[in-house]
C-alpha cells in the first residue's frame, strides 16, 4: 500500500554541519576485555519457538507486517479550482485532488484536462504537513524542500528546508471585514511558521517512539498507519493531520569495532513555546519545554539505548516580559503547586518508571525562590521511586570548573543502576529528570555527563571498553561524541530561546575557552533581542499551529510600517547594551592580563 503522504513531524534536536544528523558517531574502538554494564541492552538475535527473543531494534525495518508506504515524491499541479497531487514514485496510479473552493478531497484516477487556457502551475513536492483550518478558508502545508541528514534504526531521516502554505477557500472575497482582519493576521503568522526551523520527519519509521518501545511493540501494531502509531505528546503535526486521518480513503496498492552513537531529542507539543513566553506547568502537569533525548548506541550487532528527560520546573510560574534583562520570577496560585507536580511526576511515571528530578538552579535570590517552591512541594510524593535532587551548578561549578559534576553523578549513580534490569536483556525501568531555569545550557552540560557515563558503561559490557578504559582514551572518538552533545544542545536551545546553548564550548571542546565566553556574551544578547522583540509574534505562530487560534492583547501584531519602526528601534536598544557588553568584557580580560602579569613579574622577582 501507499499513501499520499501526511507525514509525522517532530523537531529531532540534533548535532548539525560538523557531523551529519544521525549518521552517528563513526569511530574504531579496540577490544577489551569482558565488562559487566548496568543499562539497556538489545542482544543480537536469540532463536525461540516463538520467533526471535531480544533480537536488536533494527528489526523495525523488517517487520512481518509493514505499515503502508508513504509516498516520497509528488507532483503538484495547480489549477485554477483545484490542487492535484500526482505521485511520481510509481508506487500508484491514483492522484488527490483538493477543491480550492472549499478544501474537500477526493481520489481521481487521472488529471483534468489540460490546454493553454488551464495552463496549471506545476512543482515537485515531498509530502502533506496537513491542513490548517481557519474561521473562513482551509491551508494544505506541503513540504517543497528536504535534506537527507542521516539514518535512524536503518531509515533515511530528512530535514525540512521548505514549506509551502496553499489556500483553499475562495470565500475570502465575500466574508465580513472582521472575519478579513482575522485572517490576515493568520496569515502574517502562516508566514512566520514557515521560518520555523527544527523540523525533521521519515517515510519508514516512526520517530516519535524510544527505540526501546519499537522493540516491544508486535508486529500487528507496527503494522498501522504510521500516524496511529505515534506518541501525540512529539507529533508536532497531530492537529494539522485531523482532515487527512479522517480521509480514510487515500490508501493504494504498491509492488576493528566500530560503534555508531545517534543521539535524538523529541520536545512535546503539550505545552510548547518560546522562551519567556512559556515557562512552569500548565494545571494539568504538562511542563514547559519538556524535550525527551534519546542517545542510541550501536557496535557488534548490539544496540543499546538510554532515555533522559529535561523540563521547566513543573509547577505554575511565570516571567513577564518587561524589557529588563532578567524578569523577576513569580509563581502563580501556590497552593495549587503540590497538585500540579503531583500530575507531572504521576505521568512521568506512567511512561518512563522510577524519576530521579535533578534541580540545578541557583540556592539563592529569585532562583531560590523557585528552588524552595520546588523542593518543598515535591516532599510529599518522595519515594524510592521518586527522588529530588538539588544541586547548586553555578555555586560549585562556576563558570568553567564543570568538572565538578562528577559530584552530581556520585549522587544518583546507585540509581541509574539500580533502575536497569533483566537476565538477557536489560530494560531502563527510571529516567532522569533534568532542569535548571531555561532548562537550556546548564541542563545540557548535566545531560551530556550522564551520557557520557551510560555510554561508558554500555561499551564495557560488550567489551569494546576495558573495565578501567574511558572514552576520553580514545581521543578521535572523545572529540566526535563531544561535539555530538554541543550541537544537540544547540538544537534545542535554538528552538526555544532563538540562540545557540550558553557553555557550549565546555560541552564541545571539555574546557572553557575565551571565544567561547565571547559567543555566550553574544548569544545572551540576542536572547534579551528575541525575547523581547520578537518571540511574541512566533509564539502565537506556534499555537496557530497546534490549533490554539490564540492572539491575546499584548501580542497583537503590528501594521508592517510599524513593525518596521518597532524593529529599528529595538534593534538601536539591542546594539548598544551589546555594545555596552562588549567594552566592559574587554576591559574585564585586560585586567585580569594585567593582573597576571603583575603576579607573573612579582615571582620572577621573588
Known amino acids: 500500500m501507499a499513501t499520499i503522504a501526511p507525514l509525522l513531524f517532530h523537531p529531532i534536536l540534533h548535532f548539525s554541519e560538523a557531523i551529519p544528523l544521525l549518521q552517528s558517531i563513526h569511530s574504531t574502538l579496540f577490544r577489551s576485555p569482558t565488562a559487566a554494564g548496568p543499562y539497556p541492552f538489545h542482544s543480537p538475535p536469540t532463536p525461540t519457538a516463538a520467533g526471535v527473543l531480544g533480537h536488536h531494534t533494527m528489526s523495525v525495518a523488517t517487520e512481518a507486517c509493514p505499515s503502508p508506504k ?56 515531498f509530502g502533506v ?30 530535514k525540512l528546508t521548505g514549506l509551502k502554505v496553499l489556500p483553499c477557500n475562495n470565500s475570502l472575497n465575500t466574508s465580513s471585514a472582521e472575519q478579513k482582519k482575522m485572517e490576515s493576521e493568520f496569515s502574517e503568522l502562516l508566514d512566520a511558521a514557515e521560518r520555523t526551523i527544527g523540523l525533521y520527519f521519515s517515510y519508514d519509521v516512526n520517530l516519535t517512539l524510544t527505540s526501546q518501545r519499537l522493540h516491544d511493540l508486535g508486529d500487528q501494531f507496527k503494522s ?15 492537529y494539522l493531520l485531523e482532515p487527512l486521518i479522517e ?38 502537569g504538562y511542563a514547559a519545554n519538556f524535550v525527551e ?46 497538585r500540579v507536580l503531583e500530575r507531572h511526576f504521576h505521568d512521568l511515571q506512567k511512561k518512563y518508571g522510577a524519576v530521579v528530578a535533578v534541580d540545578l538552579v541557583n540556592t ?11 523542593a518543598k512541594s515535591i516532599e510529599p510524593i518522595l519515594s524510592e521511586d521518586i527522588r529530588f535532587v538539588h544541586f547548586d551548578f553555578h555555586q560549585i561549578c562556576g563558570h568553567i570548573h564543570f568538572e565538578r559534576l562528577s559530584q552530581l553523578y556520585d549522587q544518583i549513580e546507585d540509581y541509574l543502576k539500580k533502575h536497569s534490569k533483566g537476565e538477557k536483556m536489560e530494560e531502563q525501568t527510571g529516567t532522569v529528570r533534568t532542569n535548571c531555569v531555561d532548562c537550556l545550557d546548564r541542563t545540557n552540560v548535566t545531560q551530556s555527563m550522564i551520557g557520557r557515563k551510560i555510554l ?38 535554538t528552538q526555544y530561546s532563538g540562540t545557540p546553548a550558553l ?28 525575547n523581547n522583540f520578537a518571540d511574541g509574534t512566533k509564539q502565537d505562530a506556534m499555537d496557530l499551529l497546534q490549533g490554539h487560534h490564540i492572539s491575546s492583547v499584548s501580542r497583537d501584531m503590528p501594521t508592517p510600517t510599524k513593525g518596521l519602526i518597532e524593529n529599528h528601534a529595538s534593534f538601536r536598544l539591542a546594539f548598544a547594551l551589546l555594545l555596552a557588553a562588549v567594552i566592559f568584557l574587554i576591559m574585564s580580560l585586560r585586567r585580569e592580563n594585567v593582573a597576571k602579569m603583575y603576579m607573573m613579574i612579582k615571582i620572577a622577582n621573588g
Open 247 to 284: 480521509n480514510k480513503s487515500i490508501h493504494a496498492e504498491i509492488g576493528s569495532e566500530k560503534v555508531n552513537v545517534t543521539l535524538i531529542a523529541r520536545r512535546c507539543t503539550r505545552r510548547i513555546g518560546t522562551r519567556m513566553w512559556r515557562r512552569g506547568a500548565d494545571p494539568e
Open 70 to 125: 508513504l509516498h516520497t515524491r509528488l507532483r503538484l499541479w495547480e489549477f485554477a479550482d483545484r490542487y492535484v497531487f500526482e505521485p511520481v514514485d510509481g508506487l500508484a496510479d491514483l492522484f488527490l485532488s483538493v477543491d480550492r473552493t472549499n478544501g474537500s478531497m477526493s481520489l481521481v484516477e487521472e488529471l483534468p484536462p489540460r490546454g493553454p487556457s488551464t495552463n496549471p502551475k506545476v512543482r515537485i513536492v
Open 503 to 530: 557553555k557550549g564550548d565546555f560541552v564541545r571542546y571539555g574546557k572553557r575557552t575565551t571565544q567561547g565566553i565571547l559567543n555566550d556574551l553574544w548569544n545572551a544578547m540576542a536572547r534579551y533581542y528575541l
Open 364 to 374: 539563592h535570590g529569585g532562583e531560590g525562590r523557585l528552588y524552595e517552591r520546588y
Open 224 to 238: 498501522l498507519p504510521l500516524w496511529r502509531q505515534a506518541e501525540p505528546r512529539f507529533l508536532w503535526n497531530g
Open 456 to 493: 561508558e558503561s554500555q561499551l564495557q559490557k560488550i567489551s569494546v571498553l576495558g573495565d578501567n578504559n574511558t572514552i576520553s582514551d580514545y581521543p578521535a572518538f572523545d572529540a566526535d561524541y563531544k561535539v555530538l552533545w554541543a550541537n544537540h544542545g544547540d538544537a534545542i536551545s
Open 129 to 158: 504537513i496537513g491542513v490548517l483550518k481557519l474561521a473562513v478558508r482551509s491551508y494544505f502545508l506541503v513540504i517543497t524542500g528536504r535534506d537527507c541528514v542521516g539514518s535512524y534504526l536503518g531509515h533515511a531521516i530528512f
Open 293 to 338: 533525548s534519546e542517545q542510541i548506541m550501536q557496535s557488534k550487532e548490539f544496540t543499546a539505548s538510554y532515555v533522559q528527560v529535561r523540563g521547566s520546573m513543573p509547577f505554575l510560574w511565570e516571567q513577564i516580559v518587561d524589557l529588563t534583562y532578567k524578569p523577576s520570577f513569580d509563581v502563580v496560585r501556590v497552593e495549587e503547586a503540590p
